[in-house]
């Protein structure tokens, strides 16, 4: 049984830094790309950063120099860092797997594409 499993949200001001992680389980973790998606209240669920199995990282621009998604393929574990933290950063976060051959660069694909997702963790900036 596929599991994924976010946590580490919560309430934080503008400016503050939050860490979420999501641990995995059922199937093979270190194969699979992995992505943070986000989804704030009305608006459809867009893509935050991905990375591959060998590390390698991709970022929204809305995110990049502010977020840093990280991957332990030992404790089948995803990372994203969330520093200088805006209101407009407020949203469920959901962690996903996707599989390899169906890994998109357009995050219109690579969501419609996800094998797997999480629960999702509140993250809410106040300004």
């Known amino acids: 049984q596929v599991q994924l499993v976010e946590s580490g949200g919560g309430s934080v001001q503008a400016g503050g830094s939050l860490s979420l992680s999501c641990e995995a389980s059922?199937?093979?973790?270190?194969?699979?790309?992995m992505a943070w998606f986000r989804q704030a209240p009305g608006k459809e669920r867009e893509g935050v950063a991905t990375i591959s199995s060998a590390g390698k990282a991709g970022y929204a621009d809305s995110v990049k120099g502010r977020f840093t998604i990280s991957r332990d393929n030992a404790k089948n574990t995803l990372y994203l860092q969330m520093n200088a933290l805006k209101p407009e950063d407020t949203a469920m976060y959901y962690c996903a797997a996707i599989h390899p051959i169906r890994y998109s660069s357009s995050w219109y694909l690579l969501r419609e594409r996800v094998n797997y997702w999480g629960q999702g963790t509140q993250v809410t900036v106040s300004s």
């Open positions: 059922g199937y093979t973790y270190s194969a699979y790309y």
